[in-house]
């Protein structure tokens, strides 16, 4: 009788386990990165770099299953097949009631697109896989052009170093003093798109001018970028509800705080606030208030903090022996009221670097996300920044007014958009 072979396992780690109870049509946790190659992409070619790519990155075999009392990831014989594109920006890829990958690509005339279920992997931890992904398209594509030198990509890293749990590595089992500040943040409203779609605006403006501009007001890019979108929505703010702060949810790489080259979900997420009405509208005077806000929740005791507030759950003795069923109507009310916490969302992946020899082949980078709310992602590839807002609503002017503060500065935006409504 032949023996049947036992399948690798994983826990989910401690950010991912929000997500399996909260994915829903209007939120699908699903992320996505594209790359805009300078020549039409080839079907064959690019399944030939994702098998490839496949061997190195276990990882992404992985489905998600229920246990008793946690989901976890068990590794899959599956193989990813590339689409063309067809399906809304995001679309679900997690399904409750079968097993799938949490992944998907695809290509549509020029562009390569990556897209994850958040369960599986951060940004960072994605791009890793992505970025090989493309290195080994272009490489077969082009192999004539790459035989006689040896080009690498600078994500070596060992299985066991990818496939590393680094919450719990780097859990420290202090007690939890992290105490978020509760704020009745001012919600931005109104109409959604209907059949749970997300509207996608990206602006492409000159690294070198953002920066520059940046520099002017003595901050970093992130924090520059934060003010405006802050100050963009505080123009929309209703009159009668002007005493609510703006408050921007702001992902942290935690990876740039410990020594740790995981695949895996590894980030934490800061708070920044402003209120208007107590305070001036003036960028300078925001800049100004976002820099020292920044500062104190990234000091390096904050980030060991968030660390230990998440990985707290799991080491908990009462908590470990709640069936799933009950913790996913507990995750589902935390991440309600996680919700109601804050206005919007700012993420920046930072620069994607890739070989200079692969350079002439690629014409930029960019990522959003899925959502309930309005979110911006930022990354940066040569010389060309990318500014993607995804959002559930109609309206689209808080988009329209920060692009117009950036034109105004005299930066050049190029716009491009879904077209998913009118306006």
Known sequence: MKSKKVLEWHSLDNAAKIFPPNSKKRDTKVFRFACELYELVDKNVLQNALDMTMEEFPLYRSVIKKGLFWYYLEQSHYRPEVEEESLPPCSALYDKNKKSLLFRVMYYKKRISFEVYHALSDGTGALQFFRKLVFNYVVMKHKNKFIKAKTLLDVEASRIQKMDDSFQKYYSGK??????????????????????????????????????????????????????????????????????????????????????????????????????????????????????????????????????????????????PVPLVIKDIALKVANNVEDRGYTSSLSNIGVINMPDELKPFISSFDIFVSTNKLQACVCSFENKLRISFTSAFVSTEIQRRFFKTITDMGIPVTIESNMVNEE
């Not at 509207?199 to 002017?216: C, F, N, T």
Request: hydrophobic content about 40%; some cysteine; glycine content about 2%.
């Open 175 to 320: 007690k939890n003093t992290f105490k978020k500040k509760k704020v009745n943040a001012f919600r931005i409203k109104g109409m959604k798109i209907p059949e749970y779609r997300i509207s996608v605006i990206e602006g492409i403006v000159p690294v070198d001018r953002m920066l520059a501009k940046s520099k002017e007001y003595k901050v970093s890019l992130t924090i520059f970028l934060a003010a405006v979108l802050m100050c963009a929505i505080n123009d929309e703010i209703p009159v009668r509800m002007k005493n609510r702060p703006v408050i921007l949810s702001i992902p942290v790489n935690l990876r740039s705080y410990y020594s740790s080259k995981t695949e895996r979900n590894f980030f934490g997420v800061i708070y920044v606030d402003y209120d208007f009405s107590a305070g001036s509208s003036d960028l300078n005077e925001v800049t100004a208030h976002l820099k020292k806000s920044f500062k104190d929740n990234l000091m390096p005791e904050q980030m060991e903090k968030r660390i230990n507030m998440l990985s707290s759950l799991e080491h908990n003795y009462l908590i470990k």
